[in-house]
C-alpha cells in the first residue's frame, strides 16, 4: 500500500552554513534540528561532506542526542564517510554523488555505473541496520541498479523537475512518477528531493507511491523571513494537501 502520510525530512545544512561562514557557533544546526523536531517535521537530513563546509562530525553526535528524528545522513561513497557511518549509527544513509567544486549535489549518483565501488559499502552499511538509500537521477537503469545493490530505498533527484518550465517540467513530473511507481513495484521505497519550493511542491507531493520529500535549502532561506517552524510548517501544509 503506497503511504498515505507522505513524510517531510529536512536538511539543516544551510544552517551550518551560516555558522561556518563566521565561525564559533551560531546559528547552531542543533537548534534548527530542536525546532523541526517540535513542529512536526519527520526527520533530519545532513550531508557531512568531504571538505566540512557546512555540517562538521561533532554536529551528527548532537544532533542525535537533541532529537528523536531519524537522522538521514548524505554521504559520499568514500572509505571516511563509510567509517563515519558505522561509528554513529544514523537511521538512515543516502548516498550521494559529491564534487568538491560544486555549489551543490548537481545530479543524481551513477549507480549504474558504480556498481562495484558501491555494492561493498551499501552491504556494510546495511549489515550495521543502517537503511540505505541512492540519490539518484529518475532513470530505470538507476532503479536497476538500486535493485542489484539491494538498497532498499532510492530518493529521486527532482532538480531537473525543478528548473524545468511548460511542457518540459510536465515531461519530467511523468518520468518521476514512473520511476516512483517502477521502485515500488520491485520492493524500494521512493523518495525524492532537490529544488523543491512553495510553489512546485504539491505536483511532486500528490505524486502516491512516493514516502518521504527531503527539503532543505529553500526552507533555511525562507526561514530567514518567517522562522523555520513557519517554513515548515507551510511546506507540511501544501504536501498534505497535495495527497
Known amino acids: 500500500m503506497p503511504p498515505s502520510r507522505l513524510r517531510l525530512g529536512v536538511n539543516i545544512d544551510h544552517v551550518a552554513t551560516i555558522r561556518n561562514a563566521r565561525g564559533g557557533?551560531?546559528?547552531?544546526?542543533?537548534?534548527?534540528?530542536?525546532?523541526?523536531?517540535?513542529?512536526?517535521?519527520?526527520?533530519i537530513t545532513a550531508h557531512l561532506r568531504e571538505d566540512r563546509r557546512h555540517i562538521r562530525d561533532e554536529d551528527l553526535a548532537r544532533i542525535q542526542a537533541a532529537t528523536s528524528l531519524p537522522l538521514n545522513l548524505e554521504m559520499a561513497a568514500t572509505d571516511e564517510m563509510l567509517e563515519i557511518a558505522l561509528r554513529h549509527r544514523p537511521?538512515?544513509?543516502?548516498?550521494?554523488?559529491?564534487?568538491?567544486?560544486?555549489?551543490?549535489t548537481e545530479g543524481g549518483l551513477d549507480a549504474a555505473g558504480q556498481h562495484n565501488r558501491l555494492y561493498?559499502?551499501?552491504?556494510?552499511?546495511?549489515?550495521?541496520?543502517?537503511r540505505v538509500s541512492l540519490f539518484i537521477a529518475p532513470e530505470a537503469k538507476q532503479i536497476d541498479a538500486a535493485i542489484r545493490l539491494n538498497a532498499p530505498v532510492v530518493e529521486?533527484?527532482?532538480?531537473e523537475y525543478a528548473h524545468a518550465e511548460g511542457e518540459a517540467r510536465a515531461v519530467e513530473l511523468k518520468r518521476i512518477a514512473d520511476m516512483a511507481a517502477l521502485a515500488v513495484r520491485n520492493g524500494i521505497e521512493p523518495h525524492a528531493g532537490h529544488g523543491l519550493t512553495y510553489d512546485n511542491v504539491q505536483p511532486i507531493a500528490a505524486i502516491p507511491q512516493l514516502a518521504e520529500l527531503n527539503i532543505g535549502h529553500y526552507l533555511i532561506g525562507e526561514a530567514i523571513f518567517t522562522g523555520l517552524e513557519a517554513s515548515v510548517l507551510k511546506m507540511r501544509e501544501l504536501m498534505d494537501a497535495a495527497r
Open 120 to 130: 561493498p559499502i551499501v552491504q556494510r552499511l546495511l549489515d550495521a541496520e543502517i
Open 91 to 104: 537511521h538512515a544513509a543516502c548516498i550521494v554523488p559529491e564534487r568538491r567544486e560544486e555549489r551543490t
Open 25 to 43: 557557533d551560531h546559528p547552531d544546526p542543533v537548534r534548527a534540528a530542536e525546532i523541526v523536531a517540535a513542529c512536526g517535521g519527520d526527520g
Open 156 to 159: 529521486l533527484h527532482t532538480g
